[in-house]
């Protein structure tokens, strides 16, 4: 059963390939320089902040993804379901 935000056929790839495009402009325009000419002052450090974060998380997935246990499925008609919301 999909979830809550899953759309059917063209209206879901449209959605989410105008998202998509939405994110990468949206990054690309944000890591510009706040004027011109560009010196260490006036430097847009987003950039250099988002490729460090990109590159550690990048890293911590290779080294930790062997360990990951992801979540497991649970009948809304099981027991623990009843637990849980108690």
Same mark, same amino acid.
């Given at each position: 059963?999909?979830?809550?935000?899953?759309?059917?056929?063209?209206?879901?790839?449209? +959605?989410?390939? #105008?998202?998509?495009?939405?994110?990468? +402009?949206? #990054? +690309?325009?944000?890591?510009?320089?706040?004027?011109?000419?560009?010196?260490?002052? #006036?430097?847009?450090?987003?950039?250099?902040?988002?490729?460090?974060?990109?590159?550690?998380?990048?890293?911590?997935?290779?080294?930790?993804?062997?360990?990951?246990?992801?979540?497991?499925?649970?009948?809304? #008609?099981?027991?623990?379901?009843?637990?849980?919301?108690?």
């Amino acid at each position: 059963m999909p979830g809550w935000f899953w759309m059917r056929g063209a209206v879901g790839f449209v +959605v989410n390939a #105008t998202a998509c495009a939405y994110i990468v +402009v949206f #990054t +690309v325009v944000f890591m510009f320089p706040f004027s011109r000419p560009v010196s260490a002052a #006036t430097m847009n450090y987003s950039s250099l902040m988002c490729g460090f974060f990109s590159l550690f998380v990048a890293g911590f997935w290779f080294w930790r993804r062997a360990d990951f246990e992801g979540a497991k499925y649970v009948p809304p #008609t099981a027991e623990a379901m009843a637990v849980d919301a108690m």
